[in-house]
Protein backbone atom coordinates (compact mmCIF):
# COMPACT_ATOMS: atom_id res chain seq x y z
CA UNK A 1 0.00 0.00 0.00
CA UNK A 2 1.30 3.41 -0.73
CA UNK A 3 2.05 5.90 2.18
CA UNK A 4 0.60 9.55 2.11
CA UNK A 5 2.34 12.11 4.31
CA UNK A 6 1.45 15.43 4.51
CA UNK A 7 2.75 17.44 7.73
CA UNK A 8 1.30 20.55 8.35
CA UNK A 9 -1.94 19.79 10.00
CA UNK A 10 -2.54 23.83 9.85
CA UNK A 11 -1.28 26.49 8.00
CA UNK A 12 -1.70 30.50 8.01
CA UNK A 13 -0.91 32.77 4.73
CA UNK A 14 -1.33 36.06 3.99
CA UNK A 15 -3.53 36.97 1.13
CA UNK A 16 -0.90 37.69 -2.09
CA UNK A 17 1.92 36.12 -0.56
CA UNK A 18 2.80 32.22 -2.07
CA UNK A 19 2.42 29.15 -0.16
CA UNK A 20 4.05 25.59 -0.15
CA UNK A 21 2.35 22.84 1.16
CA UNK A 22 3.78 19.62 1.80
CA UNK A 23 3.60 16.05 0.43
CA UNK A 24 5.92 12.97 0.56
CA UNK A 25 4.75 9.73 -0.42
CA UNK A 26 6.16 6.14 -0.61
CA UNK A 27 5.77 3.59 -2.98
CA UNK A 28 8.06 1.21 -4.83
CA UNK A 29 5.93 1.80 -8.28
CA UNK A 30 7.84 3.07 -11.09
CA UNK A 31 4.83 4.58 -12.74
CA UNK A 32 2.35 6.36 -10.86
CA UNK A 33 0.18 9.71 -10.47
CA UNK A 34 0.30 12.57 -8.23
CA UNK A 35 -2.59 14.64 -7.47
CA UNK A 36 -3.66 17.27 -5.32
CA UNK A 37 -7.09 18.42 -4.16
CA UNK A 38 -9.13 21.49 -2.40
CA UNK A 39 -11.93 21.07 -0.35
CA UNK A 40 -13.62 24.22 1.10
CA UNK A 41 -15.80 24.23 4.03
CA UNK A 42 -18.81 23.26 1.21
CA UNK A 43 -17.34 19.78 1.53
CA UNK A 44 -16.45 19.18 -2.47
CA UNK A 45 -13.23 17.72 -3.28
CA UNK A 46 -12.08 19.76 -6.35
CA UNK A 47 -9.06 18.39 -8.46
CA UNK A 48 -5.90 21.03 -8.50
CA UNK A 49 -2.85 19.45 -10.78
CA UNK A 50 -1.29 16.30 -11.66
CA UNK A 51 2.59 15.38 -12.02
CA UNK A 52 3.17 12.14 -13.54
CA UNK A 53 5.85 10.20 -11.85
CA UNK A 54 7.63 10.19 -16.03
CA UNK A 55 7.06 14.07 -16.19
CA UNK A 56 10.27 15.75 -16.21
CA UNK A 57 8.74 19.24 -15.93
CA UNK A 58 7.01 20.25 -13.08
CA UNK A 59 3.22 20.86 -12.94
CA UNK A 60 1.53 24.06 -13.57
CA UNK A 61 -1.97 25.20 -13.53
CA UNK A 62 -2.46 28.95 -13.34
CA UNK A 63 -1.50 29.71 -9.73
CA UNK A 64 -0.73 26.26 -8.52
CA UNK A 65 2.59 24.18 -9.34
CA UNK A 66 3.97 21.23 -8.41
CA UNK A 67 7.26 21.25 -6.96
CA UNK A 68 8.12 17.59 -7.48
CA UNK A 69 11.17 15.77 -6.56
CA UNK A 70 11.31 12.32 -7.57
CA UNK A 71 14.38 11.38 -5.91
CA UNK A 72 13.08 12.50 -2.57
CA UNK A 73 9.36 11.43 -2.96
CA UNK A 74 8.58 14.47 -2.79
CA UNK A 75 5.56 16.45 -4.37
CA UNK A 76 4.70 19.86 -2.86
CA UNK A 77 2.00 22.27 -3.93
CA UNK A 78 2.62 25.45 -4.46
CA UNK A 79 -0.09 28.64 -4.08
CA UNK A 80 0.83 31.69 -5.64
CA UNK A 81 -0.37 35.13 -4.62
CA UNK A 82 -2.93 33.65 -2.12
CA UNK A 83 -6.40 34.62 -2.54
CA UNK A 84 -9.20 34.22 0.34
CA UNK A 85 -11.07 31.72 -1.50
CA UNK A 86 -8.14 29.75 -1.67
CA UNK A 87 -8.55 29.00 2.58
CA UNK A 88 -9.82 24.80 2.55
CA UNK A 89 -8.56 21.48 3.39
CA UNK A 90 -5.91 20.35 0.63
CA UNK A 91 -5.33 16.43 0.15
CA UNK A 92 -2.08 15.10 -2.02
CA UNK A 93 -3.19 11.88 -3.29
CA UNK A 94 -1.24 9.04 -5.17
CA UNK A 95 -2.47 6.77 -8.53
CA UNK A 96 -0.31 3.71 -9.03
CA UNK A 97 -0.66 2.75 -12.97
CA UNK A 98 -0.60 -1.25 -11.71
CA UNK A 99 -4.12 -0.70 -9.24
CA UNK A 100 -6.44 2.01 -10.28
CA UNK A 101 -7.21 3.26 -6.65
CA UNK A 102 -5.94 6.28 -4.54
CA UNK A 103 -4.27 6.98 -1.90
CA UNK A 104 -4.98 10.50 -0.04
CA UNK A 105 -2.96 12.06 2.89
CA UNK A 106 -4.60 13.12 6.00
CA UNK A 107 -4.63 16.94 4.53
CA UNK A 108 -3.24 20.65 5.32
CA UNK A 109 -6.19 23.47 6.77
CA UNK A 110 -4.92 26.47 4.74
CA UNK A 111 -5.87 29.67 5.88
CA UNK A 112 -5.58 32.62 3.78
CA UNK A 113 -5.19 36.11 5.97
CA UNK A 114 -6.53 39.63 4.83
CA UNK B 1 -18.76 17.21 -10.38
CA UNK B 2 -21.12 17.50 -13.30
CA UNK B 3 -20.36 13.79 -13.86
CA UNK B 4 -21.18 12.28 -11.05
CA UNK B 5 -24.33 13.64 -8.86
CA UNK B 6 -25.03 12.51 -4.91
CA UNK B 7 -28.59 12.28 -3.49
CA UNK B 8 -29.33 13.31 -1.12
CA UNK B 9 -26.44 16.42 0.02
CA UNK B 10 -27.45 15.97 3.48
CA UNK B 11 -29.51 13.04 5.90
CA UNK B 12 -30.44 13.36 9.46
CA UNK B 13 -31.71 10.11 10.10
CA UNK B 14 -32.37 8.29 13.74
CA UNK B 15 -30.29 5.68 15.30
CA UNK B 16 -31.71 2.19 13.71
CA UNK B 17 -33.06 3.66 10.85
CA UNK B 18 -32.04 2.63 7.56
CA UNK B 19 -30.43 4.93 5.03
CA UNK B 20 -29.42 4.67 1.42
CA UNK B 21 -27.28 6.89 -0.10
CA UNK B 22 -27.01 7.69 -4.02
CA UNK B 23 -25.19 8.41 -6.78
CA UNK B 24 -25.95 9.14 -10.38
CA UNK B 25 -23.75 8.99 -13.57
CA UNK B 26 -24.19 11.23 -16.12
CA UNK B 27 -22.05 8.90 -18.60
CA UNK B 28 -21.16 5.51 -17.19
CA UNK B 29 -17.92 4.80 -16.39
CA UNK B 30 -16.53 1.16 -15.59
CA UNK B 31 -15.01 2.10 -11.52
CA UNK B 32 -16.62 3.76 -9.44
CA UNK B 33 -15.74 4.01 -5.50
CA UNK B 34 -17.19 4.90 -2.36
CA UNK B 35 -15.26 6.85 0.33
CA UNK B 36 -15.99 7.81 3.63
CA UNK B 37 -14.67 11.15 5.44
CA UNK B 38 -14.40 11.92 8.99
CA UNK B 39 -12.18 14.30 11.18
CA UNK B 40 -10.71 11.25 12.97
CA UNK B 41 -9.45 8.63 10.10
CA UNK B 42 -9.90 10.83 7.50
CA UNK B 43 -10.78 9.50 3.84
CA UNK B 44 -11.49 6.21 3.72
CA UNK B 45 -11.98 3.84 0.56
CA UNK B 46 -15.39 1.91 1.49
CA UNK B 47 -15.33 -0.20 -1.78
CA UNK B 48 -14.92 0.51 -5.51
CA UNK B 49 -16.71 -1.57 -8.08
CA UNK B 50 -15.10 -2.22 -12.01
CA UNK B 51 -17.27 -3.17 -15.18
CA UNK B 52 -20.08 -2.87 -12.00
CA UNK B 53 -18.65 -5.98 -10.43
CA UNK B 54 -17.48 -5.05 -6.42
CA UNK B 55 -13.61 -6.26 -6.52
CA UNK B 56 -12.25 -4.55 -3.14
CA UNK B 57 -14.71 -4.23 0.15
CA UNK B 58 -12.25 -4.68 2.47
CA UNK B 59 -12.98 -1.36 3.61
CA UNK B 60 -16.37 -1.47 4.39
CA UNK B 61 -16.94 -1.24 8.10
CA UNK B 62 -19.21 -4.03 8.87
CA UNK B 63 -22.26 -6.20 7.50
CA UNK B 64 -24.32 -3.13 8.37
CA UNK B 65 -22.70 -1.54 5.15
CA UNK B 66 -23.84 -2.57 2.19
CA UNK B 67 -23.21 -1.56 -1.59
CA UNK B 68 -24.73 -1.91 -5.38
CA UNK B 69 -24.06 -0.99 -9.03
CA UNK B 70 -26.88 -2.14 -11.21
CA UNK B 71 -25.77 -0.71 -14.15
CA UNK B 72 -22.68 1.35 -14.97
CA UNK B 73 -24.43 4.80 -14.46
CA UNK B 74 -25.75 4.21 -10.95
CA UNK B 75 -24.42 2.81 -7.34
CA UNK B 76 -25.90 2.97 -3.90
CA UNK B 77 -24.56 2.56 0.00
CA UNK B 78 -27.02 0.84 2.54
CA UNK B 79 -26.60 1.25 5.73
CA UNK B 80 -28.99 -1.18 7.82
CA UNK B 81 -29.36 -0.50 10.94
CA UNK B 82 -27.67 3.01 10.70
CA UNK B 83 -25.69 3.94 13.84
CA UNK B 84 -24.26 7.80 15.18
CA UNK B 85 -20.32 6.26 14.35
CA UNK B 86 -21.47 6.47 10.79
CA UNK B 87 -22.32 10.12 10.73
CA UNK B 88 -19.75 11.32 8.06
CA UNK B 89 -19.19 12.90 4.68
CA UNK B 90 -20.20 9.85 1.79
CA UNK B 91 -18.55 10.62 -1.33
CA UNK B 92 -18.78 8.74 -4.55
CA UNK B 93 -16.26 9.03 -7.03
CA UNK B 94 -15.47 7.73 -10.59
CA UNK B 95 -11.96 7.03 -12.32
CA UNK B 96 -11.64 8.63 -15.48
CA UNK B 97 -9.30 9.45 -18.11
CA UNK B 98 -8.65 13.13 -18.98
CA UNK B 99 -5.85 15.36 -21.01
CA UNK B 100 -3.98 11.93 -21.16
CA UNK B 101 -3.64 10.48 -17.43
CA UNK B 102 -6.46 9.42 -14.81
CA UNK B 103 -8.08 10.75 -12.04
CA UNK B 104 -10.60 11.28 -9.88
CA UNK B 105 -14.01 13.08 -10.48
CA UNK B 106 -16.14 12.95 -6.81
CA UNK B 107 -19.96 13.77 -6.50
CA UNK B 108 -20.31 16.59 -3.84
CA UNK B 109 -20.85 14.29 -1.24
CA UNK B 110 -23.41 13.25 1.14
CA UNK B 111 -23.40 14.54 4.65
CA UNK B 112 -24.79 11.83 6.94
CA UNK B 113 -25.95 12.52 10.93
CA UNK B 114 -26.95 9.90 13.04
CA UNK B 115 -28.72 10.66 16.35
Known amino acids: AQKITQTQPGMFVQEKEAVTLDCTYD???????LFWYKQPSSGEMIFLIY??????QNATEGRYSLNFQKARKSANLVISASQLGDSAMYFC???????????FGTGTSLTVIP | DAGVIQSPRHEVTEMGQEVTLRCKLI?????LFWYRQTMMRGLELLIY????????DSGMPEDRFSAKMPNASFSTLKIQPSEPRDSAVYFC?????????????FGSGTRLTVV
Open chain 2, 93 to 105: AILSRDRGYYGYT
Open chain 1, 51 to 56: QGSYDE
Open chain 1, 93 to 103: ATLTLTGNQFY
Open chain 2, 27 to 31: SGHNS
Open chain 1, 27 to 33: TSDQSYG
Open chain 2, 49 to 56: FNNNVPID
